[in-house]
């Protein structure tokens, strides 16, 4: 996926002053490394950030741990999260006004997910500027798809805290475009039951069932729907007529199953 961007960066910060041509690595101080270390990232976000704040960002906790810190991003982690959402759901809202939420609801699910955030997360590198602990080292913590998620997710935060909404506001719709072409393209904006049975195809599941039973009166019934795939009870839905139930229990299923 490419990360489409202006040919300058936008400068959010009052803080950052244009740096001498010929300035030596030397004699840089610190906040003047971390500039010139997140130059690529800033340059693919369009968009500069305070270098401190996106080293947070950038901080796992096993990092954190083996330095005796309590610095991480999990708390910028949290916040992007928010943010992401909001956004997401506003330009689904406002790009398919023709899409109930039935149909909203799986779209969303296909683009905020951990798999979709950490392919995003590899098309700006971002794993080489996480600071991960030596275990996650060994491990390949660097392409995780939850520690790149996260890490997203805290950059997210991060462009919030420092330029406000609009600015990430922008930066996420420019970061999602193609992954949302990619959800629509593989039919996650149909109803829940099609999107499901599409994910559960993609993903070599199996079969994919639902078991339903019902309760209550004959004029007042409920019913109760468990989506099953391969053979293993993902999830549950309830509604007022068979169909309902099937189509709730479809989209948790889809929550779920791409997560």
């Known amino acids: 996926m490419r990360i489409a961007h202006s040919a300058s960066s936008q400068s959010c910060s009052t803080q950052h002053v244009q740096h001498a ?10 906040s003047d490394r971390r500039l ?25 906790r096993s990092y954190a741990y083996e330095n005796s810190s309590t610095l991480t991003n999990e708390r910028l982690e949290f916040l992007g ?17 023709d899409l ?11 683009i905020v ?10 098309a700006l590198e971002l794993g080489k500027h996480i600071r991960l602990g030596k275990g996650e080292e060994v491990t ?49 904006g149909l109803d829940g039951k099609t999107a499901l049975q599409e994910l559960v195809a993609s993903l070599g599941k ?7 039973t019902e309760s209550g009166p004959d004029h007042d019934k409920s019913f109760t729907a468990t989506a099953v795939v391969g053979g293993d009870e993902i ?23 791409s997560s």
């Open 113 to 122: 997910n951990m798999r979709a955030l950490a392919d995003i997360a590899r």
């Open 21 to 30: 041509v010929h300035i030596t690595a030397a004699k840089l101080s610190t």
């Open 235 to 257: 999830a549950q839905g309830e509604g007022k007529s068979k169909r309902e139930a099937e189509q709730a229990a479809a989209r948790s299923a889809y929550e779920k199953l």
């Open 206 to 212: 199996g079969t994919l069932e639902y078991l339903v």
């Open 36 to 60: 010139v270390l997140f130059s690529d990232l800033t340059k693919a976000l369009g968009v500069e950030v305070n270098p401190q704040l996106l080293e947070l960002a950038l901080t796992h």
């Open 100 to 110: 109930d939420e039935s149909r909203l609801s799986p779209l969303r699910s296909g």
């Open 140 to 188: 390949n913590g660097r392409d995780k798809n939850s520690l790149l998620g996260d890490a997203l997710e805290a950059l997210i935060g991060a462009i919030y805290i420092d330029c406000g909404f609009a600015t990430a506001s922008r930066v996420v719709q420019q970061l999602i475009k193609s992954t949302l072409e990619e959800a629509m393209a593989k039919g996650a």
């Open 81 to 97: 999260d928010s943010v992401l959402g909001l956004v997401v759901t506003e330009e689904l809202y406002l790009r398919y006004p």
